[in-house]
């Protein structure tokens, strides 16, 4: 039997490693397979919270995308129906003169079509006056900031004005016979 040197077997590939060294070497890859791996996971964590952002942003400016486009939408026919609303001005100023049924069955046609397309009648009369849905033409005699006469009617085109009311509004001064005297 042929003995064996310490010394030779350090550099030996034939040298038969003992189960403890086994053991070590397995432990210190194992080791460093478990930093790998906790840096991996590491990694795969902030990448899924970059894509869930992403994803997020995503998605809300997908809904934004639809809001605005459903906006453009609703307000390409504004200058069309602002246009006809000239028009319909004056077929009522001619109603209002003429007391004609024929008239006065186009022009309520002509209110169907501004309904069904998001015209609505801005409410003036008798309210207080609103500067936002409003235009002040005249303050007249009458109670203070209330509307006492609709000079031209307004109106909303979905939720935004899309003419102010022209009216009068009160001073907050009477104006009868009896307060003359």
């Not at 890859?29 to 894509?51: C, G, H, M, Q, W």
């Not at 005249?138 to 109670?143: A, D, L, N, Q, S």
Request: with cysteine.
């Amino acid at each position: 039997m042929v003995k064996k040197d310490k010394k030779s077997n350090v550099n030996n590939p034939d040298r038969v490693e003992t189960a403890q060294e086994i053991q070590l070497n397995n432990l210190s890859r194992l080791i460093e397979l478990e930093k790998r791996f906790e840096e991996n996971e590491e990694k795969l964590a902030s990448t899924e919270e970059k894509y869930l952002r992403i994803l997020a942003d995503y998605q809300n400016q997908q809904r934004r995308h639809k809001e605005q486009e459903s906006q453009i939408i609703k307000m390409a026919s504004a200058s069309l129906l602002e246009k006809l609303l000239l028009n319909m001005d004056s077929l009522q100023l001619a109603q209002s003169h003429l007391k004609d049924k024929g008239l006065q069955m186009v022009i309520e046609q002509f209110m169907v079509v501004f309904k069904e397309e998001g015209l609505a009648l801005i409410e003036t009369d008798g309210n207080d006056f609103d500067p936002i849905t409003m235009d002040c033409t005249e303050i007249v005699p009458g109670k203070k900031d209330q509307v006492v006469e609709t000079v031209a009617p307004g109106y909303f085109l979905f939720d935004k004005v899309l003419r102010p009311a022209k009216v009068k509004v009160g001073s907050g001064i009477n104006n009868t016979p009896s307060s003359r005297a």
